[in-house]
């Protein structure tokens, strides 16, 4: 049975239940020509700053993305919020679900949270919610994606922000873990939760500003900001609403989003050719030419391609 699909001007106009029916089909209809078509159209006409919330289990990555959801509801920005979960082994499916972590007005047309579980691609992240950050950022005027937090998903939080915002509670060694694991070559942002606890949280917050000092970075780098944030007292948001001001002046200089945004496009295509079709497959790809100007129809094009090359189809 076929599936009718939105153009990006009806989902656009089409309000809450467009954009549930829109994400329902990057999984009922992944692989097809007519989704990788809507895809591609959202990532050609961009519209939101996509922010990246990570770090680790309890440090409060939930209570700041509703902090920051209130604050750019009260300025009248449309919103849209992807809450990556841990995946049921049993179902596949999110453990939590937003509704667990997130607090909204049901009422409130102008923002969308979807839960999604991590299940195994991009390490925390997943292709579905590759998609959906496609889809919303054509969307919003801001989408937040807070990431499960697990594993490696600090890193793989960069594959789909244009601000990586990572979060580190005082007192609790998570700057000198992220350093070992080199996590702190990765944030734009970095928030110290739970500034309320005063002496340890601007402890923690020297212990990060130290850590980053550690990279070297060319002259024209952005250096991360530290930011002291308390969402329970409502103090630093406004710091951080600077920060993250701040980053996105300096990506719209000198081409810096838009080549921030081809290599993740490009690293989507990689993955997902990677994941079917091996190492072997993906450097096959990278010597192929592909007439589709968009990633989610290049990855179909070199998909085919690579089928028929290396199993005859």
């Known amino acids: 049975m076929s599936q009718a699909f939105p153009t990006l001007a009806t989902l656009r106009a089409g309000g809450k239940r467009a954009m549930a029916q829109a994400l329902a089909l990057i999984e009922t209809a992944a692989g097809t020509q007519a989704l990788a078509t809507l895809l591609d159209a959202a990532c050609a006409d961009p519209k939101a700053q996509v922010a990246g919330l990570t770090g680790p289990p309890g440090v409060g990555k939930s209570t700041l993305t509703n902090a920051l959801v209130r604050g ?3 300025q009248g920005e449309t919103v849209g919020v ?3 979960d841990p995946s049921s082994r049993r179902t596949g499916g999110a453990l939590l679900g937003d509704r667990a972590r997130i607090s909204t007005d049901p009422e409130d047309r102008g923002v969308f949270v979807r839960s999604m579980a991590a299940r195994d691609r991009l390490g925390g992240l997943s292709d579905q919610t590759v998609a959906a950050v496609a889809l919303m950022r054509a969307v919003y005027d801001r989408v937040l994606v807070e990431s499960v937090g697990i594993g490696q998903s600090e890193a793989d939080i960069s594959f789909a922000a244009d601000s990586v915002i990572l979060c580190v509670q005082p007192g609790s060694g998570d700057s000198l873990q992220f350093m070992k694991a080199g996590v702190m070559e990765l944030p734009d942002i970095v928030v110290v939760t739970k500034a309320d606890m005063g002496d340890h949280a601007r ?8 850590a980053l000092t550690l990279f070297d970075r060319d002259a024209d780098d952005w250096t991360a900001p530290v930011v002291l944030v308390s969402s ?21 200089q000198a081409g810096r989003r838009a080549r921030r945004r081809a290599e993740q496009e490009q690293a989507w295509v990689d993955e997902a050719l990677r994941t079917r079709f091996g190492t072997e497959g993906l450097t096959l790809a990278h010597r192929m030419m592909s007439s589709a100007r ?11 391609e690579l089928e028929r090359r290396l199993h005859g189809a």
């Open 294 to 304: 968009g990633p989610f129809g290049r990855e179909i094009e070199l998909g085919r």
């Open 232 to 252: 329970t007292q409502a103090t630093g948001l406004d710091d951080l609403a600077g920060a993250l001001a701040g980053h996105a002046a300096w990506l719209d």
């Open 72 to 74: 750019w509801r009260a």
């Open 203 to 210: 402890r923690a917050k020297a212990d990060v500003e130290g």
């Open 82 to 84: 992807i809450a990556v």
